[in-house]
């Protein structure tokens, strides 16, 4: 998602959001959940999320690198088989993730 992929009224609501947590001194983190093909298959399908953190000017956290020195069976082994839902594994690896990385000093 660039600038030019919205319509004004999109990016209006954009900015205003933008603007408003910079008047109030509000920090914003904007976090990406891949999906398990995109895993899978080693893409990287978070272009269009990172760019609405750059738009916001929020901090970008890239979720798939809680997955991403995993084989493929450990991969399948956090989603639900038939469909592309973490697992309670999946959802543990990826809350202990978020919360290492929100813990950050100076973040």
């Not at 910079?22 to 999906?35: D, E, K, N, Q, S």
């Not at 995993?70 to 999946?90: F, M, S, T, V």
Request: hydrophobic share 40%; with cysteine.
């Amino acid at each position: 998602m660039c600038s030019s992929d919205l319509n004004p009224v999109q990016m209006s609501i954009i900015l205003d959001i933008r603007d408003r947590l910079a008047r109030r001194h509000t920090p914003v983190t904007v976090i990406y959940l891949p999906g398990r093909q995109e895993l899978l298959a080693h893409r990287d399908e978070s272009g269009p999320v990172r760019r609405f953190a750059e738009l916001l000017g929020a901090r970008f956290l890239d979720g798939s690198a809680a997955y991403r020195a995993l084989k493929e069976a450990d991969i399948r082994a956090c989603y639900l088989p038939y469909d592309g839902h973490w697992n309670q594994a999946g959802s543990d690896r990826f809350a202990h993730f978020v919360a290492t990385n929100l813990k950050e000093p100076g973040r």
